[in-house]
């Protein structure tokens, strides 16, 4: 179970209800229709000229059923594979990105197609690594594509294609992405609002200059001297023991997992060194102005506050894959995060891009960021009217893992509180809109608290009966086929706190609390 469910955490995380879709007699037929689509011309499909290159039936194996995979392009160069199951459901997906894209990342739609969904997903109009930013160089195509574009028209395309396929328009149209592929979600939500029935969001990258500003900041924070992190993972260890130690015990239950993260009032003086002591049981001066800097996020010099702010007590853990090259298996002699920041403020969130030559520390977080805007307005998901969205019937689950390091949760919990605001209130927002906060989980999924989520199923049900996801099941498993325990998950500002009775590794036993 969990095998399946991680599969789409990487995108957003899914399972999905039996359809009750009928099968059409055309789709007995798949060898001929899969062989002549790529002879049908889709150069009118309205704002999304699109080339079918090739398609190939694949037969059905270790539980992907047969289907008909296409690949086609977008004009100029935006990537799409589409994968046509034989037993259609009658439904539609898209499947959202990670980092900058440039691929078509394998398995993408390997869970909608086991559920029979007809799946497009894209390479977001352009060829690189995740982080690779080379292919953005004063690129404005290639800029709107990926940051806004490619979703929009490769719903339109995909959703044309299965069409022509099956004959029918499908039914349903969904949604699902995690990181990138979050902000995507919400971009389709803001600027796009009829293009999907509803969204699953996770973890978006959302005020994504800001975000860029936070992995420079991280990266010049641990920075020594010498150039080496001035951080360990048995400093971070010792930081992490001592929050749990304060904290672990908020949801009820002794888990090693910070329950509301927000509410912990950790002090990191207490771990400071004595004078000229210098040990494994505490912390020097230069490494606590490291990790303060961390937990404060991006400011000026004035202490101008630039960001909504770093990770968040008990996510301490997962600093050391991003904040020490020896986890970056891109560049050795680079941190994710220095990576990730040199690759775009040298391509991608400048304009004119200043291009290779750029080094982390000429960022000045004094004037820099007030140059940030032109880009922000390509990139940006931070659109808190949702008006026209929640009009058109759409419905979007947003989760967000509370010890993310990558994407910290206090910017969607700021969106979501601003969203509440714009709409009206509360009860305007949660009919359509709700926000789920998961303990001890980074970013997407992985962790220690419970990170698989049946999201689609959820949003399904929403969707297409109107029940509204009040409590949702998250799974925590132990290996490839157990399940270690379960938690359950309730919309914010609502969070689980064991009842006191019963088997605590047991979401029943858990209730709500504010």
Not at 276 to 303: F, H, P, Q, R, W
Not at 387 to 412: C, E, H, L, T
């Amino acid at each position: 179970m969990r095998l399946l469910v991680m599969i789409t955490m990487a995108i957003t995380c899914s399972y999905c209800l039996s359809s009750t879709a009928q099968i059409s007699p055309l789709q007995e037929d798949i060898v001929s229709r899969c062989k002549n689509i790529v002879s049908h011309d889709f150069s009118g499909i309205a704002d999304a000229p699109t080339k079918v290159l090739s398609s190939k039936l694949i037969h059905a194996k270790k539980g992907m059923p047969e289907h008909c995979l296409v690949e086609a392009y977008i004009a100029p160069s935006i990537g799409v594979e589409l994968s046509l199951p034989k037993k259609w459901n009658g439904k539609f997906v898209e499947v959202g990105c990670g980092g900058h894209c440039g691929k078509i990342f394998a398995g993408s739609c390997d869970y909608p197609l086991q559920k029979n969904y007809a799946c497009v997903a894209s390479d977001m109009g352009h060829k690189s690594t995740w982080l690779d930013g080379q292919w953005a160089y004063n690129n404005v195509q290639a800029e709107i594509d990926w940051g806004y574009r490619a979703t929009h028209v490769s719903a339109l395309a995909g959703k044309a294609i299965t069409e022509h396929f099956y004959h029918i328009e499908p039914e349903r149209s969904y949604f699902m992405g995690c990181s990138t592929g979050g902000r995507q979600g919400l971009i389709e939500a803001q600027r796009f609002p009829w293009d999907f029935d509803g969204i699953v969001v996770g973890a978006p990258a959302m005020n994504l200059t800001s975000l860029y500003m936070q992995f420079v900041w991280n990266a010049r924070a641990v920075q020594s001297e010498s150039k080496n992190s001035l951080l360990n993972q048995d400093d971070l260890k010792l930081v992490n023991d001592a929050v749990l130690a304060l904290c672990d015990m908020d949801d009820g239950v002794y888990d090693g997992v910070v329950g509301d993260p927000l509410q912990c009032k950790f002090d990191l003086s207490k771990l400071a060194c004595p004078a000229e002591i210098d040990n494994s049981n505490c912390l020097n001066a230069e490494k606590i102005a490291a990790i303060e800097k961390i937990y404060s996020g991006v400011m000026t010099s004035e202490g101008k506050k630039l960001f909504t702010g770093g990770p968040v007590p008990g996510s301490e853990l997962n600093w050391f894959g991003r904040i020490n090259s020896l986890m970056n298996p891109f560049q050795n002699s680079l941190s994710i995060d220095e990576t990730a920041g040199l690759e775009a403020f040298r391509y991608m969130m400048l304009m004119p891009d200043p291009g290779p030559e750029w080094e982390i520390s000429d960022f000045d977080f004094d004037k820099d960021y007030k140059r940030l805007g032109l880009m922000e307005s390509l990139y940006a998901s931070s659109n808190p009217d949702l008006r026209k969205f929640k009009a058109a019937g759409g419905k979007m689950i947003v989760y967000q893992g509370w010890s993310d390091m990558s994407i910290p949760p206090r910017n969607i919990i700021d969106y979501y509180e601003t969203v509440v605001k714009t709409l009206g209130g509360r009860e305007h927002t949660d009919d359509f809109m709700r926000l789920f906060l998961l303990p001890g989980v980074n970013h997407c999924s992985g962790g220690k608290g419970a990170d698989s989520v049946d999201y689609l199923a959820y949003l399904e049900k929403w969707v297409e009966q109107g029940t509204a996801p009040d409590r949702m099941e998250a799974l925590h498993a132990k290996d490839a086929d157990g399940i270690q325990f379960s938690r359950p998950l309730f919309p914010y500002p609502l969070k689980a706190k064991y009842s006191g009775y019963g088997n605590s590794n047991d979401a029943k036993n858990f209730v709500p609390v504010r």
